[in-house]
């Protein structure tokens, strides 16, 4: 709720105190980026939280004051479009986070003094000065419609500028259906940073070009195609709507300045704030009050979000503009387009710069392909923030690298949330570990998320959600590999809570029947949520499905299995967390080309050097990580 600080200004004494010191209020916005100096979550969660307040304050105050003079509120409005686009080309450029966030430090590729210097300058140079009258002589005519539909017009604006434009890989994930590629991957990001550019130059620069209503209408339509189609087809949807959303902006925030900024402010981020939840809700209805309601209805959200839009397009005359105003459109473009257009260039250039550098090169090689081993890997990343809440992909990675694991299934993958920070952990594993990526089911399929890194080609995958009549989605991902020349299946599998049997009944059905049919050998790398030799385990493991557990010796699981059928399984290994998780690392070892073999154990000095697990992770480990449990991995004969 710290973002509806603009209602204060709904005072006019705090509105005067605030539009006269709103250097002030920019500056002390600036806590939610000194937040990475505290190390204490809760600390550190306060001094954004106050951080936002500010800032929402800070340029609600900003505009209004400038609502006297139309060109200096364009300058404004384009400067803070601007910012989200080079936000989105700088998470695009550090592959989806962004350097100077309070999740980040040094340590985990933080780039928070930097930016923070670039802060205080740019503060420094944009209030040097201030329009404080309450003249109005920059609009001419009265305000069309009422104050709260045009509240609710920023309310649509800011939602969707910040759960779909904020990151430019979110509505490709949005498409996204899995193996062979039909559609967009993370890199074609750089498409949306062009849709929202142009429709920035569309929207403040040349206005006239397309009337205001017909810009809607096309953000509407690109709205419908991104949430019922999948693909290209889909991503063009994306388009329309990056550009024409985009090129909303200058309209409703000029008609949200006409009004009491209390009241458009104030109260359309108390609508925005209901649209987080609601979006959230979507998949969380498992753990909030009347959550049911909103269960699975990305479309209901979408289809509110472009009604608030609608009615700010309502509250905004896309005529009415008075010869005078339109003199000073004249000569705003004259002397400000060129600024504007050739930034925005220098921005775009920027952008296709790092999508080349991040196309994938797909030729990625296993730890030990000379011994034909397959090493499989199931962890439960839970959303990529570590116990003290920094983001902790470098971590990962370095784990997954140093227990040289070929494939692996990540659990609790979903990022693409505003509350997550709209993130994709999985682009900086795959491009930085060299593996082939499956996302899994995108954010729009209601679920947690599941994903798989590869370093065998994905010839081809199927995304699957599991019956779930009362708890959350279950959602797994069926992949075929091309491993050493043989096919291989694998399957990324997490299953419903604990608190919903009936859920995980049927779900352990749905899986058993999934592996049962496959005719390749497969790798199940999964969350169960089951007691082994117990209840649901014995659909999971047995003739139903045709698969055997990695080690059925090993009564001390829960949530994770590795389950095996026609490969050959040599080692098994369990690994600690440390503090990036709540959960464990599980590993095996197969050989690919040979038979199954038994359940008979042997030690490690009777296995082949490529067929261990490293040495690094035994007593006390690296970094929090040692093998445990056992003390030691388990080899199979």
């Known amino acids: 709720m710290v973002t509806v600080s603009p209602i204060l200004l709904a005072i006019g004494p705090i509105r005067s105190l605030v539009i006269q010191n709103v250097r002030v209020v920019h500056l002390l916005s600036l806590s939610g980026l000194l937040a990475y100096l505290v190390r204490s979550p809760e600390l550190r969660l306060c001094s954004v939280g106050f951080g936002v307040s500010m800032s929402c304050l800070a340029w609600s105050a900003s505009w209004y004051a400038e609502r006297g003079n139309l060109t200096r509120l364009r300058n404004r409005v384009s400067a803070w479009s601007i910012g989200l686009i080079a936000s989105s080309i700088s998470k695009f450029a550090f592959k989806t986070n962004n350097p100077i966030w309070p999740i980040m430090h040094a340590e985990n590729g933080g780039w928070n003094k930097l930016g923070i210097a670039l802060a205080v300058l740019t503060i420094a140079r944009s209030t040097r000065q201030v329009a404080v009258s309450g003249g109005d002589s920059g609009l001419a005519g009265k305000p069309n419609g009422f104050s709260v539909m045009a509240s609710f017009g920023l309310a649509g604006l800011f939602f969707a500028m910040h759960s779909l434009l904020s990151d430019s890989s979110t509505m490709v994930l949005w498409v996204w259906e899995g193996h062979p590629v039909r559609g967009p991957i993370a890199v074609h990001g750089i498409l949306t940073i062009t849709a929202m550019c142009i429709g920035l130059c569309l929207g403040n620069l040349y206005p006239d070009m397309i009337p205001l209503r017909t810009r809607y209408i096309l953000s509407a339509v690109g709205s419908l195609l991104l949430t019922y189609f999948s693909h290209w087809f889909g991503f063009i949807g994306a388009l329309l709507l990056a550009c024409f959303t985009m090129s909303l902006v200058p309209a409703l925030i000029t008609s949200a300045v006409r009004h009491n900024p209390g009241t458009t402010f104030g109260l359309g981020f108390l609508v925005y704030n209901v649209m987080v939840l609601a979006h959230v809700w979507i998949v969380a209805y498992a753990f909030v009050p009347g959550g049911p309601l909103m269960r699975e209805h990305t479309d209901w959200v979408m289809f509110a979000t472009v009604l608030l839009l609608g009615a700010g397009v309502l509250a905004s005359p896309d005529t009415g503009r008075s010869s005078k105003q339109k003199s000073k459109q004249r000569s705003y473009s004259r002397f400000q387009v060129s600024y504007h257009v050739y930034l925005l ?141 043989e096919f291989i299946d694998v399957v990324v599998f997490h299953s419903g809570q604990d608190e919903d049997p009936e859920d995980r009944r ?96 042997v030690s490690e000095d009777q296995v082949a050097e490529g067929l261990r697990f490293p040495a690094m992770f035994r007593g006390e480990g690296v970094r929090g990580h040692r093998y445990h449990v056992f003390d030691e991995p388990r080899y199979f004969h």
């Open 345 to 485: 260039a220098l921005l775009e250039l920027l952008a296709i710069s790092i999508a080349y550098l991040r196309f994938p090169t797909n030729n990625y090689v296993p730890y030990h392909k000379d011994d034909k081993v397959l090493t499989a890997g199931v962890w439960t990343i839970h959303f990529s923030l570590d116990n003290d809440m920094w983001s902790a992909e470098h971590r990962i990675r370095d784990a997954i690298k140093e227990l040289e694991i070929d494939v692996i299934g990540l659990i609790e993958t979903d990022l693409q949330r505003i509350i997550m920070g709209n993130r994709d952990t999985t682009q900086f594993l795959a491009e930085d570990l060299g593996m082939y990526v499956d996302y899994g089911p995108g954010p729009n399929k209601h679920t947690w998320g599941a994903a798989l890194l590869s370093k065998f080609p994905i010839l081809n995958s199927t995304h699957h959600l599991l019956p779930s009549p009362v708890g959350e989605l279950a959602p797994a991902i069926h992949a075929t590999l091309d491993a050493y020349g």
């Open 506 to 601: 049927l779900q352990s059905e749905y899986l058993a029947k999934l592996m049962h049919d496959s005719p390749r050998p497969l790798i199940l790398m999964s969350y169960l949520v089951t007691k082994p030799l117990e209840g649901n385990y014995n659909t999971y493991v047995g003739e139903k499905s045709g698969m055997k557990d990695i080690d059925p010796s090993d009564w001390d699981r829960w949530c994770e299995y590795i389950l095996y059928k026609g490969i050959k399984r040599t080692g098994y290994a369990r690994v600690s967390r440390s503090t990036i998780t709540d959960t464990e690392i599980q590993l095996g070892k197969f050989v690919i080309g040979q038979p199954e073999g038994g359940d008979e154990r």
